[in-house]
């Protein structure tokens, strides 16, 4: 049973413009919502984070939204840059457990 | 900057082999984790630890083991490898804290299994 959810698995948008990033999860236990970016060949880095005491987060460009009784959460990018092209993984903690769940990865592509 | 080193970048091994993967982080951590990716199945908990000799199976064990004898240092075990083990293998550390716990990853190690 998948616990964390990215249902698209690509997105593809031009420079300039927004980017949105879905991810749903189905255990009400989790508190706190990661976003992790990685490139080919590369180990995924953290992006920014959120925990469910919060609605909102941002960092720069770079803004999640949490809405607890829908289960889900998104990232928004703005404005998006051909240097954020790569796969983004949402993953979700709960307290007391050292283990982060991870979704699928979506694949984002910025046109120039 | 936490860093976490992966021995090896790319690792082609023959179907039966003993693989072992070796992963060190220098900030002192007391959790690691081996995490598996594969395309379309994103990222798959192997095994992890939060103390030295001490481990936890994760989602996806199973022909695998692992080994923290001293707390810098990770390692995940093919016991005979199988084509199904080819994949690309991500260790990751993290502190114990209250909560917001984030992972630091390698680079990561691209094994392909003959």
């Known amino acids: 049973d998948q616990q964390v959810k990215q249902n698209s698995p690509s997105l593809s948008v031009q420079e300039g413009r927004i980017s949105i990033l879905n991810c749903d999860y189905t255990?009400?236990?989790?508190?706190?919502f990661l976003w992790y970016k990685k490139y080919p060949a590369e180990g995924p880095t953290f992006l920014i984070s959120?925990?469910?005491?919060?609605d909102k987060n941002e960092d720069g460009r770079f803004t999640v939204f949490l809405n607890k009784s829908a289960k889900h959460l998104s990232l928004h990018i703005v404005p998006s840059q051909p240097g954020d092209s790569a796969v983004y993984f949402c993953a979700a903690g709960q307290g007391g457990s050292e283990k982060l769940v991870f979704g699928k990865g979506m694949k984002l592509t910025v046109n120039p | 900057d936490v860093k976490v080193t992966q021995s090896s970048r790319y690792l082609v091994k023959r179907t039966g082999e003993k693989v072992f993967l070796e992963c060190v982080q220098d900030m002192d951590h007391e959790n690691m984790f081996w995490y598996r990716q594969d395309p379309g199945l994103g990222l798959r908990l192997i095994y992890f630890?939060?103390?030295?000799?001490?481990?936890e199976k994760g989602d996806i064990p199973e022909g695998y083991s692992v080994s923290r004898e001293k707390k810098e240092r990770f390692s995940l075990i093919l016991e005979s490898a199988s084509t199904n083990q080819t994949s690309m293998y991500l260790c990751?550390?993290?502190?114990?804290?209250?909560?917001?716990?984030?992972?630091?990853f390698g680079s990561g190690t691209q094994l392909s299994v003959l």
């Open positions: 255990n009400s236990m989790f508190d706190y």
């Open positions: 990751a550390s993290s502190s114990h804290g209250t909560g917001n716990e984030k992972l630091f």
């Open positions: 959120i925990s469910s005491i919060k």
């Open positions: 630890s939060y103390d030295v000799k001490m481990k």
